[in-house]
């Protein structure tokens, strides 16, 4: 009998037990609540987290439509100058065709005996003259077009050091560092046009030693800039690897 009722109670603490298992427990002053503070906690920390994602992403949208835009304003500029060339190309090729056609005319004048040598030669100097200072004109005008290429592109790298900066400052002087760099190259080719452009109207040069003495100038200066954007994308790629082996 006392065996029977052993087993009976022991029956009754097993279920008892396996019904308090299965059943949420109470939260009171004294229980430990932790748990449940981490489950409470953990939807607000994601929708937290995923807000500042979006925010973020917005912000590289809106840096990355910036910088279309600024690159859409280089490439205008740059189509404006292209522009330019085509047409002051044009107007040269018709002063040199018209200038063939006075001097023919002059020369079969004084072989006609209609003018003299003289004559000839100084309105034949004029026409030279003329074209000249077309040319120089010509070449003014270019070199504003491509200070506004200048201007625009520096706006351009201005911007994008900025928005970089936003994020990695260290990245954001190395790129500082070499678009100076660029910027002073292209600035000085400015400067070294403008140079040959007043040499030529003091005719202290003549057009076409100003022309050879560009050509060499600008061919080096190219090499140069190319070499700096070489090092430029050499220098991020590094920065970039050694962050990942830091992390």
């Known amino acids: 009998m006392k065996n ?16 308090s298992a299965q059943l949420p427990l109470p939260v009171t002053a004294d229980s430990d609540v932790s748990v449940r503070t981490d489950v409470s906690f953990e939807r607000p920390v994601n929708a937290a987290q995923e807000a500042a994602r979006a925010a973020n992403q917005a912000v590289m949208e809106q840096q990355r439509a910036a910088d279309q835009a600024a690159r859409a304003e ?9 522009n330019i060339r085509t047409e002051q190309q044009s107007a040269a090729e ?50 504003e077009a491509r200070t506004e290429v200048v201007s625009k592109r520096q706006a351009m790298v201005d911007a994008r050091v900025a928005a970089v900066r936003e994020r990695d400052a260290e990245l954001a002087d190395i ?53 700096l954007i070489s090092d430029m994308k050499a220098a991020i790629t590094t920065y970039r690897e050694s962050k990942k082996n830091e992390s």
């Open 4 to 19: 029977k009722n052993l087993a009976f109670i022991l029956l009754l603490a097993l279920t008892a037990s396996t019904a």
């Open 74 to 82: 280089v490439e205008a500029a740059r189509e404006n100058l292209s």
């Open 94 to 143: 018709a002063r040199r065709a018209e200038t063939q056609n006075m001097n023919a005319e002059v020369r079969a004048n004084v072989e006609a005996g209609e003018m003299d040598r003289a004559d000839a030669r100084v309105q034949m100097e004029a026409q030279r003259d003329s074209n000249r200072d077309a040319a120089v004109q010509d070449r003014e005008v270019r070199a």
């Open 175 to 227: 790129m500082e560092n070499y678009y100076g760099q660029i910027m002073a190259k292209i600035e000085a080719v400015q400067a070294k046009q403008t140079s040959l452009i007043e040499a030529v109207k003091a005719e202290s040069m003549t057009t076409a030693e100003a022309r050879t003495e560009f050509k060499v100038y600008i061919e080096a200066e190219k090499s140069a800039i190319q070499i």
